[in-house]
């Protein structure tokens, strides 16, 4: 699997730790993650997976990686938080990703469903 760094046009967001502000870091990163997408399929990643969120479990946090679906298929590193990177996801083939996405969205689906108390 090839994985490429956050396009020069599309910089990651840099926190401000002098005054930091979780909800703003948040939503610089879903910003972020908004453009990148967009810049994906302006260049042709127009495939179902683009866009996509690819997240693996590093110590105490994730690392982080969108899908690039398309010419080719790929993952850009999302350098938030503390910027893991997985040692072993440039050696899962394409189908394991798609395996790996689909479980993660049945899984946080069993979390969004309301639970009912009697």
Request: glycine share 8%.
């Amino acid at each position: 699997m090839k994985i490429y760094s956050c396009p020069k046009e599309v910089p990651a967001p840099e926190p401000d730790y002098s005054n930091y502000d979780h909800a703003k870091v948040d939503a610089d990163e879903q910003r972020h993650m908004d453009a990148l997408k967009s810049w994906l399929i302006e260049k042709g990643y127009t495939g179902k997976y683009t866009g996509e969120i690819y997240k693996e479990g590093v110590a105490d946090g994730y690392a982080l990686y969108m899908v690039m679906d398309g010419r080719t298929f790929g993952l850009i590193h999302l350098p938030y938080g503390d910027a893991y990177q997985s040692r072993d996801v440039g050696f899962l083939p394409k189908k394991e990703i798609i395996r790996r996405l689909g479980s993660a969205k049945k899984f946080a689906a069993l979390w969004n469903k309301t639970a009912v108390v009697a």
